[in-house]
């Protein structure tokens, strides 16, 4: 743990208790703070109660003891409208921060120099932030990583001028540390997502460009166009950036062509590393993902020979293109983390005679821009909330059936790939958040897991 000291002896209020809620009270109370917390969930006050954290109805209290309000990533904070608890923060003129704010604010007290590497994007933040995690780890160093990838940063050991801090962070998450400001900063891509939280396009590209407008050196996506703006930003105030992606080749970027990566730091391209036969790293995204972290292990001063090696040893994440197992000719692939169209097409573009197992509770736009692929599609199986809407946009140029639920979609796309007689790919990638019928995203990948190794023929310890 890392206990924040910078509120030491004084009163903070903390709305959230669920996810990182809990350890960031613990975290704040190990290093001297007073904490009220509050969430809407009376067993998580209840928990929270147990381990000794003050907790109490924030609506009733006196908001002029508070030096801050401590306030979870998933709750809103400006839009659709601010959370009451963040109204009475406001009001009463105290500052509405998170625990990577904390984290930030101890590694400036603590050891400003330490090592943190911060990766965002819209997509592929998570293998990547894993990716550079695993290289620095088979490089030797002590590597810390969590944030939005599952754990939270103030369950890590504290910064350390030996140690590196390897963090993954939600557009929520930076919206809530004004002071992030990592040693190198990792922007990816930039797509619609979480409009409903943040109102426009351009508020959300703009709180994703505070991640690497601060860092002391900054690695930016030059894929899409609202990332290309901000590394035009960054020249604007000379800014150092590395361009990592597919199209950059000149001077100062680190590419993929095809499965091979290369550094061209100074003009003079290099190849650092090969994706041949890395199933967990498959796809064009996947060679993007790559690029930034090459990019960043250089930067970090890792031997190009330790890159490749690790790659090869990268074993991936669950429910992001996981391949399940194989049954005969058919493999079937875990995308259970694509919650949205651009995740979906990653997918979609790295596999063929697929059958696709996707719906959920959609989010703006649909699977509209997805129609490309459809020829790649032998079968689709609608599930959820979106399942009328999805069905309309398929249309006659993708056989689809409406199964309702994973379990009927799962066997029914078992039982046509067993029919097929050729390679098939059995592809949970939804384009859609999970909440109608699966707590998380997480949930629903293991049931769809689960389901795979229930089959008959399946050896269910393998993978396992």
């Not at 998570?126 to 550079?132: C, E, G, K």
């Not at 030059?222 to 000379?238: F, K, L, P, T, Y």
């Not at 169209?341 to 996707?358: M, Q, R």
């Not at 790939?417 to 998380?440: E, H, I, K, R, W």
């Amino acid at each position: 743990m890392t206990p924040v000291t910078t509120f030491a002896n004084k009163t903070v209020a903390l709305f959230g208790l669920g996810g990182s809620g809990l350890v960031t009270a613990l975290a704040l109370k190990a290093g001297g703070a007073h904490v009220v917390a509050c969430d809407d969930n009376p067993a998580k006050m209840a928990e929270a109660a147990a381990k000794g954290i003050e907790t109490g109805d924030l609506r009733q209290a006196d908001w002029a003891r508070f030096s801050a309000l401590i306030l979870s990533p998933g709750v809103p904070l400006t839009h659709p409208e601010p959370h009451w608890s963040a109204k009475l923060a406001k009001a009463a003129g105290i500052e509405i921060i998170g625990d990577i704010e904390l984290f930030c604010r101890e590694r400036a007290k603590l050891a400003p120099a330490a090592p943190f590497i911060a990766i965002t994007g819209t997509n592929g933040k998570s293998t990547t932030t894993a990716l550079i995690a695993h290289i620095l780890r088979e490089a030797g160093h002590d590597v810390q990583m969590g944030g939005n990838i599952g754990t939270a940063i103030l369950s890590l050991e504290p910064p350390s001028d030996k140690r590196i801090h390897v963090i993954e962070c939600s557009s929520f998450q930076i919206d809530l540390a004004p002071s992030l400001a990592p040693s190198i900063g990792v922007l990816l891509n930039i797509s619609p997502d979480h409009l409903d939280r943040h109102g426009t396009m351009e508020n959300y590209a703009a709180i994703k460009e505070r991640l690497v407008a601060r860092a002391d050196r900054a690695v930016i996506g030059a894929d899409d166009e609202m990332s290309r703006a901000i590394i035009a930003d960054m020249g604007h105030v000379n800014k150092p950036v590395v361009r990592v992606g597919l199209d950059d080749r000149e001077a100062g970027s680190v590419y993929a062509v095809g499965v091979e990566i290369f550094a061209n730091f100074t003009g003079s391209p290099r190849l650092v590393a090969a994706l041949e036969g890395v199933g967990s790293l498959r796809g064009d995204h996947n060679a993007q993902n790559a690029a930034a972290a090459v990019a960043v292990t250089l930067l970090s001063g890792v031997d190009e020979n330790v890159i490749q090696t690790a790659i090869r040893s990268f074993p991936g994440l669950p429910h992001r293109m996981e391949e399940v197992d194989r049954l005969g000719r058919t493999l079937f692939i875990n995308d259970s983390k694509a919650t949205n169209a651009d995740s979906t097409e990653k997918a979609l573009k790295s596999f063929d005679n697929i059958l696709w197992i996707l719906g959920g509770k959609p989010k703006e736009g649909g699977i509209t821009t997805l129609k490309p692929y459809f020829p790649k599609i032998k079968k689709a199986y609608l599930i959820g909330a979106a399942a009328d809407e999805f069905a309309a946009t398929l249309g006659p140029s993708v056989p689809h059936v409406m199964s309702g639920t994973l379990e009927k979609a799962m066997d029914q796309a078992a039982h046509d790939a067993a029919a097929m007689g050729t390679d098939a790919v059995v592809l949970l990638s939804p384009a859609c958040a999970s909440y109608d019928q699966f707590p998380n995203y997480e949930v629903r990948g293991d049931r769809f897991r689960d389901l795979v190794r229930a089959l008959p023929g399946i050896n269910p310890t393998m993978g396992a």
